[in-house]
Structures are given as structure tokens and as C-alpha cells.
């Protein structure tokens, strides 16, 4: 066992901060007069969002470690247009707005690779709950009289899972701790999914509520520099 694997033999507390580039799959809603009209599609464009983690784990000594942590994603606001129709309709129709964020509480496995060196390389894999959160969000009708509708947010409740890869480096006693240990790691979070609500805001234009608000599959691209302190 290297010196950076075994670096952090028992108990630790993990602190995280990075950043998280996200992603908007199958997004789509189910129009006022679905379906008269057809369930539209958006390519949605994600900001890059500030991502936070603290988790509490243990090393067993023999290149495994296990821990739980909750992660933190911040607000990423989204944009973009429609890109198809189901069926095939050639529009335009519109395109869409809003924002995102995202807890997920994840149980998260580790396997540290033996360098003979103060940096050791790990792979990473978690499985949790994810809590996703849309904020108010809006139509934007090329209609003339149309051009803004905005409808309350929503929340979504399910399964997440992660993947990733990184490397540790032996940083030495940290406040008087055991050795402690630098990560700078990359994740792949599936969030699972998010839903707008139907309810136009007061003041926001004339027309039917959706069959079916704004939805989406969230996942992120995390980036990001963490400090295990021996506990």
C-alpha cells in the first residue's frame, strides 16, 4: 500500500468544490392543445453551475474506501430553441427559458491504486437519491401578441448515480491532522429528472395551461478539488 493510499487509514471528512457543466436530455412539453398540436423537443443550452460536497468516510486500508456525501449544485439558468416534433411539424414553435438546481445525497464507493508515489490514482462510483428543482420558466412564442408566457416551477425526487475518476496527492498534517490528502477528481452525475409546473403566473398572457410543463433528464460533468481530513 502506497504512502498517499494509506494516508487516510480510518475515518475522514471530505470537502468539495467544483464546477458543474450541465446537460438537458429529451427536453419537451405537451402543449395547451396537445394533441392538436405535437409534443415539441428543445436543445437546451446549460450555464456552468458552482457545485459543493462534504461527506464523511472510511478508509478500510486496502485500497477501498466508502463514504456518504451530499452534493450541492447551484443554479444553472437555460435557454434554447426547439429542435423537433413528435410527429413531424414544421412550425416554428417556441423556444424555451428557466433555471435548475440540484441536491443529490449519494453513498459513494472508492478504489485507490497503488503508485509507489505521493500521488495515487482512484475510481470512483456512487449511487443516492437526487432532489431537482426548476425554477419559474417561460415560453417564447415567435407568435406576434405571444411572445412571453411564464409558468410556475416544480420539483422531482429520484434515483442518481455517478461515475468517476481522479488523483490524490499526500498534502501532509492539515490543523494538526494525520496526513491528509488533495483530490482533484471528474464526475458523471445522472440526476434524474426535472418538471416545470403548468400554471401560468398571474400577468404573464392569455392561454390554455400545458398538458404537460417542461421536463428534462439532468446531468452534470462535475470538476472539482477536494481536501480528505483524517478524522
Same mark, same amino acid.
Given at each position: 500500500?502506497?504512502?498517499?493510499?494509506?494516508?487516510?487509514?480510518?475515518?475522514?471528512?471530505?470537502?468539495?468544490?467544483?464546477?458543474?457543466?450541465?446537460?438537458?436530455?429529451?427536453?419537451?412539453?405537451?402543449?395547451?392543445?396537445?394533441?392538436?398540436?405535437?409534443?415539441?423537443?428543445?436543445?437546451?443550452?446549460?450555464?456552468?453551475?458552482?457545485m459543493?460536497?462534504?461527506?464523511?468516510?472510511?478508509?478500510?486500508?486496502?485500497?477501498?474506501?466508502?463514504?456518504?456525501?451530499?452534493?450541492?449544485?447551484?443554479?444553472?439558468?437555460?435557454?434554447?430553441?426547439?429542435?423537433?416534433?413528435?410527429?413531424?411539424d414544421?412550425?416554428?414553435?417556441?423556444? #424555451?427559458?428557466?433555471?435548475?438546481?440540484?441536491?443529490?445525497? #449519494?453513498?459513494?464507493?472508492?478504489?485507490?491504486?497503488?503508485?509507489?508515489?505521493?500521488?495515487?490514482?482512484?475510481?470512483?462510483?456512487?449511487?443516492?437519491?437526487?432532489?431537482?428543482? #426548476?425554477?419559474?420558466?417561460?415560453?417564447?412564442?415567435?407568435?406576434?401578441?405571444?411572445?412571453?408566457?411564464?409558468?410556475?416551477?416544480?420539483?422531482?425526487?429520484?434515483?442518481?448515480?455517478?461515475?468517476?475518476?481522479?488523483?490524490?496527492?499526500?498534502?501532509?498534517?492539515?490543523?494538526?491532522?494525520?496526513?491528509?490528502?488533495?483530490d482533484?477528481?471528474?464526475?458523471?452525475?445522472?440526476?434524474?429528472?426535472?418538471?416545470?409546473?403548468?400554471?401560468?403566473?398571474?400577468?404573464?398572457?392569455?392561454?390554455?395551461s400545458?398538458?404537460?410543463?417542461?421536463?428534462f433528464?439532468?446531468?452534470?460533468?462535475?470538476?472539482?478539488?477536494?481536501?480528505?481530513?483524517?478524522?
Amino acid at each position: 500500500m502506497s504512502g498517499g493510499a494509506g494516508a487516510t487509514s480510518g475515518n475522514y471528512l471530505r470537502l468539495e468544490l467544483g464546477a458543474a457543466f450541465g446537460s438537458a436530455g429529451d427536453a419537451n412539453w405537451l402543449p395547451p392543445v396537445y394533441p392538436s398540436d405535437p409534443q415539441v423537443f428543445f436543445d437546451l443550452d446549460l450555464d456552468t453551475a458552482p457545485m459543493a460536497a462534504i461527506g464523511i468516510g472510511h478508509d478500510y486500508g486496502s485500497g477501498w474506501r466508502g463514504e456518504v456525501s451530499l452534493n450541492l449544485f447551484g443554479k444553472s439558468d437555460f435557454s434554447g430553441p426547439w429542435s423537433y416534433t413528435i410527429p413531424a411539424d414544421p412550425g416554428p414553435h417556441a423556444d #424555451m427559458e428557466g433555471s435548475v438546481r440540484s441536491a443529490a445525497l #449519494m453513498a459513494n464507493g472508492y478504489r485507490d491504486f497503488e503508485s509507489g508515489s505521493a500521488l495515487t490514482p482512484f475510481v470512483t462510483f456512487g449511487l443516492g437519491i437526487a432532489h431537482n428543482t #426548476m425554477g419559474e420558466w417561460t415560453r417564447i412564442n415567435p407568435d406576434a401578441g405571444r411572445e412571453r408566457r411564464s409558468f410556475e416551477g416544480g420539483s422531482d425526487t429520484g434515483l442518481a448515480w455517478s461515475i468517476g475518476a481522479g488523483v490524490s496527492w499526500d498534502v501532509g498534517p492539515v490543523m494538526g491532522s494525520a496526513p491528509a490528502m488533495l483530490d482533484l477528481t471528474w464526475r458523471y452525475f445522472d440526476l434524474g429528472s426535472v418538471s416545470g409546473g403548468t400554471e401560468a403566473l398571474p400577468g404573464s398572457g392569455a392561454g390554455g395551461s400545458p398538458v404537460e410543463g417542461l421536463n428534462f433528464d439532468v446531468t452534470d460533468h462535475v470538476l472539482a478539488l477536494g481536501l480528505r481530513i483524517p478524522m
